[in-house]
């Protein structure tokens, strides 16, 4: 089983940090805020390497001291993207207020990324808001809590394939399948991109440059012709690079604080 490494650095270096940790390093996700920096990786391997790689910056956080993954959950909220509201079940929906335009998701991210507050995030739940049509196919690489699976049958996908190399995180995306009401049309398991048969309508990719850019080529290849993918977890410089090994007609660059996301729509047959 994979196991999740946790590192923090205080002191004013740390968007720089992030920065590599992002483009150069191989972290999964990258938090930061004023006092210290976050960064998770799915092997044990690649956390090794970014601890080596920045001379003893890094510190490992105990592993076994989980209370550290549920400390943002004091001041988690509901996130609103496009027409979806993204809402922890320990946040009462009252603190909303009735908002019947929007199209209510809860989720419960447990130790997997994403609780639909980070803006990489954001920008995909934007760009299915915006895109997905009722009935069809997606595919979620690296599903995370299943944020974005559950968001596309929640918005009327015939079907949702969720990937991971992390159990944790396929665990937690059937949890919050079943939470949500949706867990007949959500397939979660730790397949590979290459091991998922079929081509799908919506190919959705929230998982960082390095990743992103050793898996684009195979990612079109799962969208049909005149489908579409959405690539996110870049940085304002990256997007255009990794766009770059993908065939197809870039559809909308989408901005927030930094992070971009970039959708891009496969060719139609001939």
């Known amino acids: 089983m994979l196991e999740l490494r946790l590192f923090a650095l205080p002191g004013p270096s740390r968007d720089r940090l992030a920065d590599r940790l992002w483009e150069e390093l191989g972290a999964a996700w990258v938090s930061a805020d004023q006092h210290e920096l976050v960064a998770g990786f ?7 390497r970014a601890a080596d790689a920045t001379g003893g910056r890094l510190a490992a956080v105990d592993e076994h001291d989980l209370s550290y993954l549920d ?3 004091e001041w988690a909220r509901p996130a609103q993207a496009g027409r979806l509201l993204i809402r922890p079940p320990w946040v009462a929906a009252s603190t909303v207020g009735p908002r019947p335009e929007l199209v209510e998701v809860v989720i419960d991210p447990g130790h997997a990324f994403g609780h639909g507050g980070h803006p990489s995030t954001r920008l995909v739940l934007e760009a299915l808001s915006a895109r997905l049509r009722p009935g069809q196919s997606v595919l979620d690489v690296g599903c995370g809590s299943g944020v974005l699976s559950v968001a596309a049958a929640a918005l009327g996908a015939g079907s949702v394939t969720a990937i991971d190399i992390d159990p944790v995180a396929v665990s937690v995306t059937s949890a919050n399948a079943q939470l949500n009401g949706v867990a007949d049309r959500i397939t979660a398991s730790d397949r590979s991109v290459a091991a998922v048969p079929g081509r799908f309508d919506v190919v959705l990719a929230n998982i960082g440059v390095v990743v992103l850019r050793e898996l684009a080529p195979f990612l079109v290849e799962r ?3 005149g489908g579409w993918l959405a690539l996110s977890g870049l940085l304002e410089h990256q997007w255009e690079e990794v766009a770059a090994e993908v065939k197809g007609r870039i559809e909308g660059v989408l901005r927030e604080d930094g992070w971009t996301a970039v959708v891009i729509e496969r ?4």
């Open 267 to 270: 060719p139609s047959s001939r």
């Open 223 to 225: 969208v049909k012709p």
């Open 42 to 48: 799915a092997e044990d391997a690649l956390a090794q």
């Open 71 to 73: 400390a943002w959950r």
